[in-house]
Nanobody, 121 residues
């Protein structure tokens, strides 16, 4: 099993910045993709940003140029630096990893518990 612990959410004014962190632990052989998703009430969870183990990144159009994802493979941590935050960024942000627990095991997706980000206008 893989456990994910998120931190860094909170309340910020529009134009401000926040940095989210997510640390993975447990039975991990390799983490292939680490990423962040977000969800608001009544809406589906949506991709914010992902980063592959080799570094390739993918961003939602709505956050390009404002958010930056990065990861520390040795520490098994993924970060999301969020700048120029807007009220529409308000959501619960979830960490997601695609990981294998052993060489012979298939990769599985794991989710964090979520951290609230609120941006006031």
């Amino acid at each position: 099993q893989v456990q994910l612990v998120e931190s860094g959410g909170g309340l910020v004014q529009a134009g401000g910045s926040l940095r989210l962190s997510c640390a993975a632990s447990g039975s991990i052989f390799v983490i292939n993709v680490m990423g962040w998703y977000r969800q608001t009430p009544g809406k589906q969870r949506e991709l914010v940003a992902t980063q592959a183990r080799v570094g390739l990144t993918n961003y939602a159009d709505s956050v390009k140029g404002r958010f930056t994802i990065s990861r520390d493979n040795a520490k098994k941590v993924v970060y999301l630096q969020m700048n120029d935050l807007k009220p529409e960024d308000t959501a619960v942000y979830y960490c997601n990893v695609d990981a294998q627990s052993a060489t012979w095991s298939p990769s599985r997706q794991y989710w964090g518990q979520g951290t609230q980000v609120t941006v006031s206008s």
